[in-house]
T-cell receptor, first 112, second 113 residues
Framework: AQTVTQSQPEMSVQEAETVTLSCTYD???????LFWYKQPPSRQMILVIR??????QNATENRFSVNFQKAAKSFSLKISDSQLGDAAMYFC?????????FGGGTRLMVKP | DAMVIQNPRYQVTQFGKPVTLSCSQT?????MYWYQQKSSQAPKLLFH???????NEADTPDNFQSRRPNTSFCFLDIRSPGLGDAAMYLC????????????FGDGTRLSIL
């Protein structure tokens, strides 16, 4: 079985600053993907970024980047130049075992 | 735009009265999923269809059923809703079950009176 742990239930960041959301996971699979999903209040869950476990290079998508440490089973999300629209629940997930396993989520608040 | 559409956005039903939630997709994906999400919690997978093959999670109550009459549509039936079934229900699709990301609908918020 897979487990995903997000140790920060809530985080806050000042607009234009940088924030890092933590995620650790556990799996015995060798080939899998890791994802960060964003769920704004009462809105659709959308994919922010994904990382292939066999790639050492960290994925980036505009202001969003990850720090993937495979040996440590760590997959943190860095949001640069935070914007008010980044306020949301963020879920870390893995598809190891062919089904998505989510972490408990981190609520990110952005202060103007 | 290709998307995952859930209807209705909000559904109110009475305790014990059967209710059906619907999901449609224009992505032509093979896999459709139903999740239950309670307030400030992670989504919990109820079941999924891989094409016509139904896959139930071990801890999904018998009260929850699903139908997929064709590739585009999938339904979630709750036969006798209890107060504990009040939640957001999310439908998602993916091209297959391996490394493809899942695409989510807006969800249906179910309230039980």
């Amino acid at each position: 079985a897979q487990t995903v742990t997000q140790s920060q239930p809530e985080m806050s960041v000042q607009e234009a600053e940088t924030v890092t959301l933590s995620c650790t996971y556990d799996t015995s699979e060798s080939d899998y993907y890791l994802f960060w999903y964003k769920q704004p209040p009462s809105r659709q869950m959308i994919l922010v970024i994904r990382q292939e476990a066999y790639k050492q290079q960290n994925a980036t998508e505009n202001r969003f980047s990850v720090n993937f440490q495979k040996a440590a089973k760590s997959f943190s999300l860095k949001i640069s130049d935070s914007q008010l629209g980044d306020a949301a629940m963020y879920f870390c997930a893995t598809n190891a075992g062919n089904m998505l396993t989510f972490g408990g989520g981190t609520r990110l608040m952005v202060k103007p | 735009d290709a998307m995952v559409i859930q209807n209705p956005r909000y559904q109110v039903t009475q305790f014990g009265k059967p209710v059906t939630l619907s999901c449609s997709q224009t992505l032509n994906h093979n896999v459709m999923y139903w999740y239950q999400q309670k307030s400030s919690q992670a989504p919990k997978l109820l079941f999924h269809y891989y094409d016509k093959d139904f896959n139930n999670e071990a801890d999904t109550p018998d009260n929850f059923q699903s139908r997929r009459p064709n590739t585009s549509f999938c339904f979630l039936d709750i036969r006798s809703p209890g107060l504990g079934d009040a939640a957001m229900y999310l439908c998602a699709t993916s091209r297959d079950r391996s490394n493809q990301p899942q695409h989510f609908g807006d969800g249906t918020r179910l309230s039980i009176l």
